[in-house]
């Protein structure tokens, strides 16, 4: 169990147990470690929320519509799922580099005394400023933001790293909360880029840098922001080099996190063009591979380069390590493409702006793409989505295997935006802000983010108006319901387990008369079915 802690919570478990080169007064520098994202979480919820009111009064008057209801619900969850993931994978950013820099590190752990202030007293001090805080932060910022360049180019380069990255691009909406839609896999193997700054920097700059060069990258992604002034155009990631970046009729440029230099002096930089309108997403579906499961979105290129480098039919090593395709991914000249590759063919471009802005209903793609036609998603899966929900309401025909994205808002939409935004949302950062603050033992940590991420996971799936995802929510609350009965005896929770179970039953009795097929719904009211409707309802939840 101390094991667990420690490695839960990588900052305690090196107080007082640091080299003496890596301490800080008082501790490890890692027991005061900086953490921009975790401080930054409420910031990055209520900007979404002022983007959201502002891109709505733009589409009011005839404006492009920037925020869908259940993509955003989408991109939310994949960011708590990454989050959560990290709790687990936050040793491996500490631990390696703590160690390596205790060994070589060029600077003196003191200097990591001082990084906290510009105006420390020491004898680098001139006129009452330390410039050596200024020049370790100055290098800190400038080598953390060329490790993430790299980090960054290399997830595009090979399958494995794509694995990881993918889901961050596979919305076709573009807004800030396309910033949290971040690959949970990520955290993994992005700590190996920027070892090489433990030569020189001390471990509070490291975490510092690179937490604000997260929160930078955030505030890139929106469309309601132009061009900048030139000069900030030059040096600066701005959100026009980061649509560059996300567009996939674009190419694999724009890799900055913080400075655009790098791309610039890489051979890697593109600027947006104004008569070359972004299209994002993976390809002209407006759904990941046919479901809103946002576990298949973060895995579902993984499985197919697994798939892949089995079956035999590529080496290895190829299958792995570069941007090889095959059944079940989709192909590099299709979402990054680079310019020598052939352009995407125009039958699979999503519509004009004012076929996305339509009041009412979910955009859908009126464009949509036959099987095989210049991608190489799994035409089996792609059919069965296709089948699962080709009958629903405002069907676009049978030119689209994605219809059930035109479909108007019902009673199960409404019901997992409620469970999403007042219920899962909230508690999930709650959750994260507690096992921050260490407040947590590590078995229910461990078993808080595990039913965090069943309750994500759930709540965001319930978009796709799919049978299956409705009866894992009927699972979800069955053990929601027995957990509210384990709670400490006091009047609070005794009051609290009430109201859960309360709440879960009469979401369950919801969720049952939504899965109840149509025939037998009529039947329990007092009316006759027809024939047949009974085996026809049962087949679709709409």
């Known amino acids: 169990m101390e094991r667990l802690k420690a490695w839960l919570h990588p900052d305690r478990a090196v107080m007082g147990a640091a080299p003496p080169a890596v301490a800080a007064p008082g501790g490890s520098a890692a027991a005061h470690l900086p953490d921009p994202v975790t401080n ?3 910031l990055f919820l209520f900007l979404i929320l002022v983007e959201l009111i502002a891109s709505w009064q733009r589409q009011r008057a005839g404006g492009k519509q920037q925020y869908n209801l259940r993509q955003t619900i989408s991109n939310v969850s994949a960011g708590i799922l990454s989050v959560l993931l990290g709790i687990f994978t936050k040793a491996l950013h500490i631990f390696p580099y ?36 200024w020049l370790l932060n100055a290098a800190a910022l400038l080598v953390a933001d060329c490790g993430f360049y790299w980090q960054h180019r290399a997830m595009h380069a090979s399958n494995l790293g794509w694995a990881a990255h993918v889901v961050h691009h596979s919305s076709p909406d573009f807004n800030l909360s396309t910033a949290l839609r971040q690959g949970a896999g990520e955290s993994t193997f992005s700590w190996l880029f920027y070892l090489p700054l433990a030569l020189f920097c001390p471990p509070h700059a490291y975490a510092l840098h690179r937490g604000l060069n997260t929160v930078y990258q955030f505030f890139t992604h929106t469309e309601l922001v132009g061009r900048l002034w030139w000069p900030l155009e030059l040096v600066l990631n701005t959100p026009s080099h980061h649509r560059v970046h996300h567009a996939r009729n674009y190419g694999r440029r724009n890799f900055a996190g913080m400075l655009i230099v790098w791309d610039r002096a890489f051979g890697t930089f593109e ?21 809103y499961n946002p576990l298949w979105h973060q895995a579902h ?12 039919k590529v080496p290895a090593w190829r299958a792995l390590l570069t941007r090889q395709y095959g059944p079940g991914m989709v192909q590099p000249s299709v979402t990054d493409a680079e310019p020598a590759e052939p352009p995407e063919p125009a039958s699979l ?47 676009t025909g049978g030119s689209t295997p994605y219809p059930w994205e035109r479909r108007p808002l019902g009673a199960r939409d409404a019901y997992a935006a409620a469970l999403f935004f007042l219920w899962v949302l909230p508690g999930s950062f709650a959750f994260l802000l507690a096992t921050a ?15 965090a991420a069943w309750s994500v996971t759930t709540a965001a799936w319930l978009c796709g108006g799919e049978p299956l995802a409705a009866k894992h929510e009927l699972a979800r609350l069955a053990a929601q319901a027995l957990l509210a009965t384990g709670l400490p005896p006091s009047a609070w929770s005794a009051l609290a387990a009430r109201a859960i179970i309360t709440l879960s039953v009469a979401s369950a009795a919801f969720l049952v008369g939504q899965l109840m097929p149509a025939g037998w719904q009529r039947t329990v009211k007092g009316g006759q079915a027809a024939p047949g409707a009974v085996d026809g309802a049962a087949k679709k939840m709409d």
């Open 98 to 133: 703590i160690w390596l820099h205790s060994r070589i590190g060029l600077l003196p752990s003191a200097a990591d005394d001082d990084a906290g202030s510009p105006t420390q007293g020491s004898a680098s001090s001139v006129g009452g400023v330390d410039w050596r805080w």
């Open 349 to 395: 471009k999503p519509a004009m702006p004012a076929e996305l802005s339509s009041g009412g209903t979910q955009p859908g793609i009126a464009q949509g793409h036959a099987a095989g036609a210049g991608e190489g998603v799994a035409a089996p899966r792609r059919q069965a989505g296709a089948r699962a929900h080709g009958s629903h309401g405002g069907s």
């Open 40 to 42: 930054s979480m409420g």
């Open 437 to 451: 603050a260490g407040r947590l033992s590590p078995r229910w940590t461990v078993a808080g983010a595990g039913f």
């Open 271 to 291: 600027p947006e063009q104004p008569d070359r309108p972004c299209i994002y997403g993976l390809a002209s579906q407006r759904v990941v591979q046919g479901s």
């Open 301 to 312: 290129h993984a499985v197919a380069t697994l798939r892949l480098a089995a079956s035999g």
